[in-house]
């Protein structure tokens, strides 16, 4: 700590966390004790100190352990305030009302899900952020839905069987609670990497096993240290089109990569990773389709591992694994060298229905006024910040048919314009209000590949 100021280091960050078990005032006053020593050695520079609520989670050893309340998550964390009422040194807690509602949701069972809907209902949304936090709504809900949330932040028994046991993580329950005994006297878990097979059940010593990161060689101690077989494995590349409809339109694109995520695990299929130290799938999607926006053209580029399944096979099982509303309708097999998908879609056609009050001779005046216009600016706002950009640059072509509007943008990134932003600037009307009409991606004109591809298979 010391080598970091005196190498230049203006601020020091310190991360703590209360609540774990066992845990008394001394060891309240030991995390007082290293800020201080931290903030001697600063001599001068900036120390914060960030400490929150631990919060046990299930599949972890911690899962049978109780969570503070909020009333002794306070008591504690003002024990370690009056500590720092002068000094540098800045300490920064995490809101008890948060820790608490994370709590319930993460040790909580199917019981909670009518309480979930209603404090959406009652207007909770991204309650993460303690400046959103409606922990009001969150109360009513559970007393209406007959829940006492208080109950699912206590220890839990050994014996008794927990909401989450029929979710297989890998880990065994043995190892789990071999782990928790483990804590409660303070013992220590060596890492297997280095040492003898903790028996976590994780590994099965073929396709999963310990590895070393650096050098990135992968050790097998059981085995005698011997390659794997099919670390040489042919690698194919495959191209999916697939839709996106239904209440999946609701889906972040963060989320549709961890369901396709989930979705090659359940289907039994190994996904090529990247080098490196942080290895991770090579999945390549198409650019992220707008939340609320129904598509029938998005793409995926995956690779797999030794496959030997036909297209036909791999679609079917794929679609089996995947959530109700995203569907696999063609796949491809492509060249290892091909460009990324998001590097061959030249433009996007877009069907807008359903348009509300507007009726079809205000849309048609619209339309008309955006055809015989020589420019037409917009303006977007994004994160605090405007910009313009001239529409009639995005758009390549639009037309209204008297009861569903098609509209085709490009995809040059120095000329593209979000669909929702481009419809509500034609119709002359607000993003909400465009959000509230039915907007469907029907097609994405791709440049075509280099090569010819080994066969497709279609819907």
Known sequence: MTAAFEAGWQSLKLYFMIGLPGESDEDLDGIVHLIRKASKAAKGGKITASIST?????????????????????????????????????????????????????????????????????????????????LDAWMEAFEATGIDPEHYLGPRSLSKKLPWDFVDSGVSRDYLVREWEKALSEQTTGDCRFGDCEGCGVCDFEEIYPRKAEPMAMELRRTGGEEPEDREAEVRRYRLRYAKTGLMRFLGHRDLIRAFHRAFRRAGMKLAYSKGFHPHPRLKFSPP??????????????????????????????????????TA???????????????????????????????????????????????????????????????????????FGGSSLTMILTADPGHFVNPIDAAAAILGTNRERVRGMKVLKTSADLVPSRGKDRGSSHE
């Open 54 to 134: 631990f919060v046990p989670k299930s599949h972890t050893p911690f899962q049978w352990a109780g969570q503070l309340s909020i009333e002794e998550t306070r008591r504690r964390q003002q024990y370690i305030r009056e500590s720092f009422q002068r000094g540098r040194a800045r300490v920064k807690f995490h809101d008890p009302r948060t820790s608490f509602l994370e709590g319930v949701l993460a040790r909580g069972d199917e019981n909670l899900a009518d309480a979930i809907e209603l404090a959406f209902r009652k207007g909770a949304r991204f309650d993460g952020w303690e400046e959103h936090l409606k």
């Open 329 to 399: 309708l063609e796949l491809s097999e492509i060249p290892l060298n091909e460009p990324p998908v998001s590097a061959k879609i030249q433009q996007f056609t877009y069907e807008i229905n359903e348009f509300g009050s507007l009726s079809s001779e205000e849309i048609s005046q619209r339309v008309g006024h955006f055809h015989s216009s020589e420019i037409f600016p917009i303006t977007l706002a994004r994160k605090g910040k405007t910009r313009t950009r001239d529409l009639k640059m995005a758009v390549e072509d639009l037309q």
């Open 289 to 326: 389709l707008s939340v609320g926006v129904e598509s029938l053209a998005e793409y995926l580029d995956f690779e797999l591992v030794g496959s030997k399944e036909g297209l036909q096979t791999i679609s079917q099982s794929l679609e089996k694994s995947l959530p109700q509303g995203v």
